[in-house]
Structure formats: structure tokens, C-alpha cells
């Protein structure tokens, strides 16, 4: 390699913003908890090579995803399966609202509300 190599800088790295990044806590709804199944259209990639447009492999497959739904805002709902007193959540499954075919309630979840004798009968010690 003939001369000098050029010095190379590196790129300044800008990050993606949530579109309302700034009011995110103001534009949470949380409902009521329930039960819930949530009929989603999956999304779908098909990298296999070369594709012709008249034969196409493309399967439209929706699925069911059981959970209790704790959140939602302006792009997804979230269900969880597991959901603490204090309203945090175990795993998350964020679905977008535009792949959403159908949710379904299946049951109202009761917050606890069992008295302070009540719960330190169930601690474990």
C-alpha cells in the first residue's frame, strides 16, 4: 500500500427516539387487570434467496398469546404473566396495536386485598 493511511474518525452515533420519548409516563393507560387472549398477526421474514413475485411463500399466521394485560399506550398493549401488589410485572410480551386482531377478556384479576393477619399467615419463614 502505497502512502499514508487515512485516519479514520469515528461516526457520531445518534440514537433513535421513541416518538414521544418526553411524555412517555404521561401517555401510559393503565387499565383494570385482566385475563386476556390477544389474537396478533405475526410478522415475517422470508431471506431464503431469490423470490418470484407470483409465487410468493408468504403465510398469514396469526397466534394466541394468553396474559394479563397491565399496560397500554398510543403503539401497544403489554401483558404480563406474572403481576406483583405493587403493579410490577414479571415477564413483558409488548405487542404492537396494528398486529392485533382481537383481545378478549377472560376474567377480571382481583387486586389483593387480603388484611395484614391475612398475609403474615402466608409468609414463609
Request: hydrophobic share 30%; proline share 5%; with cysteine.
Amino acid at each position: 500500500m502505497k502512502g499514508k493511511m487515512k485516519e479514520i474518525t469515528p461516526r457520531k452515533v445518534t440514537k433513535m427516539a421513541y416518538p414521544y420519548k418526553k411524555d412517555l409516563k404521561k401517555n401510559l393507560i393503565k387499565p383494570p387487570l385482566y385475563l386476556v387472549k390477544v389474537t396478533w398477526l405475526d410478522a415475517a421474514t422470508y431471506n431464503e434467496g431469490w423470490h418470484d413475485i407470483d409465487e410468493l411463500p408468504i403465510e398469514i399466521d396469526y397466534f394466541d398469546t394468553y396474559g394479563i394485560h397491565f399496560m397500554s399506550d398510543k403503539e401497544c398493549i403489554y401483558i404480563t404473566d406474572t403481576v406483583r401488589e405493587d403493579r410490577c410485572v414479571g415477564t413483558i410480551h409488548q405487542i404492537p396495536k396494528g398486529m392485533v386482531k382481537e383481545i378478549e377478556k377472560i376474567q377480571e384479576i382481583k387486586q389483593n386485598t387480603l388484611s395484614i393477619e391475612e398475609k403474615t399467615k402466608f409468609e414463609t419463614k
